[in-house]
């Protein structure tokens, strides 16, 4: 059922891709993150220790009940929907057309989807905090996008509104980075490639679906703590904590997971 699921997702969606070699997109995240396979090779990611973060989160931030949180890249909605059940009132943003669909069947009074590009201003002075999660920052080449992306988030929130940026931690990649892997879901192969050029991280997703082939990318910026300051600064905020993982343990350059940093609307 899996299989078939996707084709018939492909067959609606033809603009993910389908191709006798190698395919053509508007821009790598349009195609791979409205693509089924997306979803499927990214099927088992851990709810329970992106709960457990959420938790620590909401305990550090400690916002009011009534507080208006944006979810700015939410994918599906996994976080917004957990921040709602726990009482907030959470709006999420993303790209995907496909994502926020899927997101849209769990709105309620409290909780709202929308189809947005993080680039642009959402709602001018709306929210209290805005959570970026799961390394949804840096997926553009030129640093005045990038930096286009804060400068929205500080439009969106209101007065001495917060904001949270999970991040993956480039110094560690580049002394771990796997450059090779080959993952079998059910009957689809996906052959990934990474690699870090011009401080750019790339990951070749090339996936085998029967007599079907399919090639998408990722890419995402390799920004360290230092870039991440200087987009802060020019975007109108104060960096408030840096920290290093999922428990908000401190961070270390050398050994860390993620880059977490929070800021406070200047």
């Given at each position: 059922?899996?299989?078939?699921?996707?084709?018939?997702?492909?067959?609606?969606?033809?603009?993910?891709?389908?191709?006798?070699?190698?395919?053509?997109?508007?821009?790598?995240?349009?195609?791979?993150?409205?693509?089924?396979?997306?979803?499927?090779?990214?099927?088992?990611?851990?709810?329970?220790?992106?709960?457990?973060?959420?938790?620590?989160?909401?305990?550090?931030?400690?916002?009011?009940?009534?507080?208006?949180?944006?979810?700015?890249?939410?994918?599906?909605?996994?976080?917004?929907?957990?921040?709602?059940?726990?009482?907030?009132?959470?709006?999420?943003?993303?790209?995907?057309?496909?994502n926020i669909a899927y997101a849209k069947k769990f709105e309620s009074e409290r909780l709202k989807?929308?189809?947005?590009?993080?680039?642009?201003?959402?709602?001018?002075?709306?929210?209290?905090?805005?959570?970026?999660?799961?390394?949804?920052?840096?997926?553009?080449?030129?640093?005045?996008?990038?930096?286009?992306?804060?400068?929205?988030?500080?439009?969106?929130?209101?007065?001495?509104?917060?904001?949270?940026?999970?991040?993956?931690?480039?110094?560690?990649?580049?002394?771990?980075?796997?450059?090779?892997?080959?993952?079998?879901?059910?009957?689809?192969?996906?052959?990934?490639?990474?690699?870090?050029?011009?401080?750019?991280?790339?990951?070749?997703?090339?996936?085998?679906?029967?007599?079907?082939?399919?090639?998408?990318?990722?890419?995402?910026?390799?920004?360290?703590?230092?870039?991440?300051?200087?987009?802060?600064?020019?975007?109108?905020?104060?960096?408030?904590?840096?920290?290093?993982?999922?428990?908000?343990?401190?961070?270390?350059?050398?050994?860390?997971?993620?880059?977490?940093?929070?800021?406070?609307?200047?």
């Open positions: 059922m899996l299989i078939k699921s996707v084709k018939d997702s492909l067959a609606s969606h033809p603009e993910t891709g389908h191709f006798p070699g190698i395919m053509t997109t508007r821009t790598w995240y349009t195609s791979w993150f409205n693509s089924p396979y997306y979803h499927m090779l990214y099927r088992r990611r851990d709810h329970g220790e992106a709960a457990q973060f959420i938790d620590h989160v909401l305990r550090y931030f400690d916002p009011p009940k009534e507080a208006e949180i944006l979810d700015l890249a939410c994918g599906k909605g996994r976080h917004s929907i957990y921040m709602s059940k726990k009482g907030f009132r959470v709006t999420g943003i993303d790209i995907s057309e496909q989807f929308a189809i947005a590009d993080m680039r642009e201003p959402f709602r001018a002075n709306s929210f209290d905090l805005v959570l970026n999660l799961f390394t949804s920052f840096g997926y553009f080449d030129a640093a005045e996008e990038n930096l286009n992306v804060l400068r929205s988030v500080h439009t969106n929130l209101r007065k001495d509104g917060q904001v949270l940026i999970d991040y993956l931690n480039a110094s560690l990649l580049r002394n771990t980075l796997v450059e090779e892997e080959t993952v079998h879901i059910s009957d689809v192969e996906f052959d990934i490639r990474r690699s870090i050029e011009n401080d750019i991280i790339k990951k070749r997703i090339d996936v085998k679906d029967g007599d079907r082939n399919f090639r998408f990318e990722e890419r995402v910026k390799a920004l360290e703590p230092e870039d991440f300051e200087a987009f802060f600064e020019k975007a109108g905020f104060d960096i408030v904590d840096t920290f290093g993982d999922y428990t908000l343990g401190p961070f270390a350059r050398e050994r860390s997971p993620r880059l977490i940093l929070t800021a406070r609307k200047r």
